[in-house]
């Protein structure tokens, strides 16, 4: 069975940082795209920041550019999130997501909550 | 970036009803457009991929259509259990975008 399990959430001050992390089971990690997404209370979903396979390559959302830092480790079948310099609009359930063969997200975990508040 | 148009931004409608959801993108994007059920609290849940693939599990109620720039999401018989919202998402081309959504509630 897939599974993708999100951590590392919690409340944070404008200007802090936190690490996401994204444990993954139930499949070949290292042959999938994975993605972060996000969703602000009570708002639609963002899609944050994408990483290939073999971690070569990584896509963002201008919004994040330069303050998030997506990575991942094969060997331990997790994803990461590096996030720095948050503001309040970040605030959002943040979810990871598999990028499937036709190039949508097929499996999501259940989300982590960040709170970026004073 | 690729937007994303849908419409109706929410739906009143009764158990048995036929509902259609549109999508349109600012651009061509091909097939690659996916449909995704969110409930309360919950994850989204992948419905079609690829502008009409169903996917596994998926009840044939669900049905998805379109390419370019028009698509469409439609319920031929609204189940209890489809009262959700719906988002459209875009694969062609990074930034992944989403639309913004679409209600279906109980009549």
């Known amino acids: 069975e897939v599974q993708l399990v999100e951590s590392g959430g919690g409340l944070v001050q404008p200007g802090g940082s936190l690490r996401l992390s994204c444990a993954a089971s139930g499949f070949t990690f290292s042959s999938y795209y994975i993605s972060w997404v996000r969703q602000a209370p009570g708002k639609g979903l963002e899609w944050v920041a994408n990483i290939k396979d073999d971690g070569s390559d990584k896509y963002y959302v201008d919004s994040v550019k330069g303050r998030f830092t997506i990575s991942r480790d094969n060997a331990k079948n997790s994803l990461y999130l590096q996030m720095n310099s948050l503001r309040a609009e970040d605030t959002a359930v943040y979810y990871c997501a598999r990028v499937g063969f036709e190039r949508a997200f097929d499996y999501w975990g259940q989300g982590t909550l960040v709170t970026v508040s004073s | 970036d690729i937007q994303l148009t849908q419409s109706p931004s929410s739906v009143s409608a009764s158990v048995g009803d036929r509902v259609t959801i549109t999508c349109r993108a600012s651009?061509?994007?091909?097939?690659?457009l996916a449909w995704y059920q969110q409930k309360p609290g919950k994850a989204p849940k992948l419905l079609i991929s690829a502008a009409s693939s169903l996917q596994s599990g998926v009840p044939l109620r669900f049905s998805g259509s379109g390419s370019g720039t028009d698509f469409t999401l439609t319920i031929s018989s609204l189940q209890p259990e489809d009262f959700a919202t719906y988002y459209c998402q875009q694969a062609n081309s990074s930034p992944l975008t989403f639309g913004g959504g679409t209600k279906v509630e109980i009549k």
């Open positions: 651009q061509g994007i091909s097939n690659w």
